[in-house]
């Protein structure tokens, strides 16, 4: 997987250079961004400035995020919300 960091992100979002935009939840419950490019192959994921990804702990967060950064410029991008099963104890057994 590739990865992007936030003025990266930007930009593709500006240029409209994003043709899917997924939200997803990782094992721990958290929530990341992971973006599919027009102009080339690959899942790329929104990282932080160290290289680490980039998560929320609630949709909430992450939404206010998305509208705060991206505000006008992705009202007409679908966004994808993609969650991982979590195992119940029953079935851990």
Sequence with gaps: MYTINEAEMADFVR???IKRFS?????GGKF???VE???KE???SLVTTRGTP???ASLDTLTRHI???Y?????LLPICLNLVKRQTKTESK
């Design 15 to 17: 240029n409209r250079a």
């Design 54 to 56: 980039r998560l929320w």
């Design 71 to 75: 505000d006008g410029q992705i009202d």
């Design 37 to 39: 490019l027009t102009w």
């Design 32 to 34: 990341g961004i992971e």
């Design 23 to 27: 939200i997803i939840q990782d094992d």
């Design 42 to 44: 690959g899942r790329h």
């Design 67 to 69: 509208v705060e950064k």
